[in-house]
C-alpha cells in the first residue's frame, strides 16, 4: 500500500488524540465448553499419549443458546465501525460521535445482560435438553457441568471509552507510529465494506437503489474520519459528489452509471484509494490556486446536465465529461481586420509529470 509520508509530529499526534475516543469492547462471553477427558472416550487402557493427542474440548450445552451473546457483540463492533477505526485492540471514534456511541453501547450493553439472566433463569433447561440430545454422552455431559453462579461470573457486558495519551516514564514511545498506520487500516475497512458492490455492476445497465445504501456506508465512515489521514478527503469529495447529482427515485443509468461504476473500482481495493487520494494532493500542491484548473460551466459546455447538479461543484465531472469542442466559428468582418503582429515565440515551460493516482 501507498507509504504514508513519515512518522507523525508530537503536534500532529496531539491533534489526533485530542479529537478521538478509544473504545474497547469487554464482553466476556461463557464458551459452554470443558476439557475433554480420556475417560469421556471409554477407551480403557488405550489411551493416547498426552504428546501425541490433544483431546480438545466437549460441548456441555447447545452452542446455539449462546449465539445471542455472540450477535450482540457482533453488532456493536458494527456500530463502532460504521464511523470508527480499530486500534489497539479497540476502537478510534471522532468525539463529535463518541456521546451518540456511548449511549448505544449501553443500550447493547444491557440487552446482552438482559438475555445473560434469561439464560441463567433457564440454565438447567438447557443442560438437560443437551443431554436429551445426546443420551449416550450425557454422564459425561452432567460430570462437567459448573454449577449456575460459577457459569454467571463467566458473563460480562462492558464498554470502555477511554483517553489516548503516551506516558512519560515510556523511553521509547510508539504511539505516533501507531497513529500513522490508521489510514491504511481506515481504507482496508472500507474495503471490506465495499468487497460485494461490483455484483451489483457486472452484467447491469443500472444500479439498483437498494445498492446505494454500500456507497452511503463508505461515505459515512469516510467523512467521519477525513481529519485522520488526509489522502481520505479526495476519496469523500468524489463520493459525496457523486450522491449529489442521483436522482431522488428510480435507478441510476447512463452516465451516473458510469461512474458510480468508477467508484465502485476505486472503494473496492485499499491501495487504489490511498494512491488517489496521494495523487490529487500531490498534483494540487504543484498547481497555485490562481492557475487551477477550472472545470467548464453549463453555460460553456451547453451540456443539459439534470437540476440537482447545477449546485454540486464539480471537480469529480473532470473525470467523465469531453472537453467543449471548438464550433469553428468566425466573425464576419473577420477580413476587414488589420493582420495581427507576428506573436512572440516563448520557449514551452518545464512539463508537470502526471502521477498514477486514479485506477
Known amino acids: 500500500m501507498t507509504d504514508t509520508t513519515q512518522s507523525l509530529t508530537a503536534p500532529e499526534v496531539l491533534r489526533l ?20 477427558r480420556a475417560e469421556d472416550l471409554h477407551l480403557g487402557d488405550q489411551r493416547p499419549p498426552v504428546d501425541l493427542v490433544s483431546l480438545g474440548s466437549k460441548k456441555v450445552c447447545n452452542p446455539e443458546a449462546l449465539r445471542v451473546f455472540h450477535r450482540h457483540k457482533q453488532q456493536l463492533e458494527r456500530e463502532l465501525l460504521a464511523v470508527g477505526t480499530r486500534f489497539l485492540g479497540g476502537y478510534l471514534i471522532p468525539d463529535r460521535r463518541a456521546a451518540e456511541l456511548q449511549q448505544r453501547a449501553a443500550a447493547i450493553a444491557a440487552e446482552a445482560q438482559a438475555e445473560a439472566e434469561r439464560f441463567l433463569t433457564d440454565y438447567d433447561r438447557h443442560i438437560d435438553a443437551w443431554c436429551a440430545a445426546y443420551p449416550d454422552w450425557s454422564s459425561a455431559i452432567r460430570n462437567a457441568v459448573d454449577p449456575v453462579e460459577q457459569v454467571r461470573r463467566q458473563f460480562r457486558f462492558r464498554v470502555q471509552a477511554l483517553r489516548i495519551e503516551s506516558s512519560p516514564v515510556v523511553a521509547a514511545d510508539t504511539l505516533a507510529d501507531d497513529l ?16 460485494g458492490l461490483e455484483r451489483s455492476f457486472v452484467g447491469q445497465a443500472a444500479l439498483s437503489r437498494r445498492a446505494l445504501g454500500t456507497f452511503r456506508r463508505v461515505h459515512e465512515k469516510l467523512d467521519a474520519l477525513s481529519f485522520v489521514d488526509r489522502r481520505i478527503d479526495p476519496v469523500v ?38 494512491r488517489h487520494g496521494a495523487g490529487l494532493l500531490a498534483l494540487e500542491a504543484l498547481m497555485p490556486a490562481e492557475t487551477a484548473v477550472q472545470t467548464p460551466t453549463l453555460s460553456e459546455t451547453g451540456d443539459a446536465l ?41 520557449p514551452p515551460s518545464e512539463p508537470v509529470h502526471s502521477q498514477d493516482f486514479w485506477f
Open 17 to 36: 488524540t485530542e479529537q478521538m475516543t478509544l473504545f474497547r469492547i469487554d464482553f466476556r462471553i461463557w464458551s459452554g465448553r470443558k476439557q475433554l
Open 180 to 195: 500513522c498506520d490508521v489510514g491504511e487500516t481506515i481504507f482496508t475497512e472500507v474495503e471490506q465494506i465495499a468487497r
Open 306 to 346: 439534470p437540476a440537482e447538479a447545477a449546485d454540486v461543484a464539480s471537480d469529480f465531472d473532470v473525470l467523465f465529461e469531453t472537453p467543449p469542442q471548438d464550433t469553428g466559428e468566425a466573425t464576419s468582418d473577420r477580413s476587414s481586420m488589420t493582420p495581427p503582429a507576428e506573436p512572440t515565440v516563448t
Open 237 to 274: 469529495h468524489a463520493i459525496g459528489q457523486w450522491l449529489a447529482r442521483l436522482p431522488l427515485t428510480g435507478p441510476i443509468e447512463g452516465q451516473r452509471f458510469l461512474e458510480g461504476w468508477a467508484l465502485m473500482r476505486l472503494v473496492s481495493d485499499a491501495e487504489t484509494m490511498a
